[in-house]
């Protein structure tokens, strides 16, 4: 609630000025998003306050905003009345327009009282004289009520936005498409809160079709006839392995390596035994390679070898291998 409305509601007994006040505020929080029932609480802050000038103030802009011209026109003439403040002109002079009277329109626009308006009233007053020279069939002229200096203005405000908007489709009235397109671009680059559609004109006018619009990562174009998009690079990824016959051929491999190694071992081990055998004698190393022949002992002797060597030792000493000799036994006979 704005210092004017506090201040006219302080004339009021305290349980009515509370009642009223409600009112006036539910009607300007549900104004943008339900206008129908804006109206019925402004209404009604009306029927209980007619006096006050923030409450006809507030019951105007309500009738506005459903299309009631003739009641919002009357409330706003008398709130002008009661206060002398000249911020509604503009809506008083839009109403006119409603109602059929561009002439009349024109007339509040250039009252001598707008010269004192802020910035945003007086181009919203030059917004409504353009349009009422279009209702009279005169585009060129409407072209020329736009032409002031804030049409230089960069800032993002929503009086300049609606101001490049009007201007651009006035050009494109005009069969100045091209200058329509960079004004609707204007509007767009600075309409950060949405009070026009100049995106959905200006995609009219580039042969695209606006599919989406995401008020946080941008707007995203398709193209109605056709346009080039450049593709996103792919991110490079991890080295995919294909399972199929070159991944068994490959495991093969590596078993046949791995094979391969056992086998060289194998036969490592297998040469390492035939030398050590090698070194031992075998029964085949008696046909190749004869032995040395021993020493002949001295007769006399007689060795504790094996048959075989005593047998040849006693012989070769001449004596008596235990045998009873011819000689004995004819003795004893």
């Not at 206060?83 to 001598?112: H, K």
């Not at 091209?178 to 949405?194: H, K, L």
Request: net charge negative; aromatic share 4%.
């Amino acid at each position: 609630m704005d210092a004017d409305t506090r201040r006219d509601l302080n004339s009021l007994p305290k349980s009515l000025a509370e009642l009223v006040g409600k009112h006036i505020v539910a009607a300007g929080l549900l104004m943008d998003e339900d206008p129908e029932r804006a109206y019925v609480h402004a209404s009604y802050a009306r029927r209980k306050a007619s006096r006050l000038p923030s409450v006809r103030e507030a019951s105007g802009v309500a009738a506005y905003t459903v299309g009631k011209w003739q009641e919002a026109l009357s409330d706003l003439r008398a709130a002008r009345r009661m206060s002398g403040r000249d911020n509604f002109l503009a809506v008083m002079a839009d109403c006119e327009r409603g109602l059929g009277r561009p002439e009349r329109a024109l007339e509040i626009t250039g009252d001598p009282a707008a010269e004192a308006l802020d910035a945003e009233e007086r181009i919203e007053l030059r917004i409504v004289a353009s349009g009422a020279r279009r209702d009279m069939g005169d585009p060129k002229g409407a072209l020329a009520e736009l032409q002031v200096p804030e049409l230089k203005e960069r800032r993002a405000r929503p009086w300049i936005a609606r101001l490049f908007y009007a201007y651009a489709d006035v050009l494109e009235e005009l069969g100045r498409e091209e200058d329509a397109r960079e004004y609707f671009s204007r509007a767009a680059a600075v309409d950060t809160d949405g009070v026009t559609d100049a995106d959905e004109r200006l995609a009219t006018l580039e042969g695209v079709e606006l599919v989406d619009v995401d008020l946080e990562d941008g707007i995203v174009w398709t193209d109605a006839e056709e346009q080039d998009f450049e593709e996103p690079e792919e991110t490079p990824s991890a080295p995919t392995v294909e399972l199929g016959r070159d991944h068994d051929r490959d495991h093969r491999h590596v078993r046949d390596d791995v094979q391969g190694d056992d086998d060289e071992d194998v036969v490592d081990t297998e040469d390492e035994e035939a030398v050590e055998a090698s070194d031992e004698p075998g029964p085949d190393d008696a046909s190749v390679t004869e032995p040395e022949p021993e020493p002949e002992r001295e007769s006399g002797t007689v060795s504790g070898a094996g048959t075989e060597d005593g047998v040849a030792e006693t012989e070769a000493s001449g004596e008596p291998d235990g045998r009873p000799d011819d000689r004995d036994v004819r003795e004893r006979d």
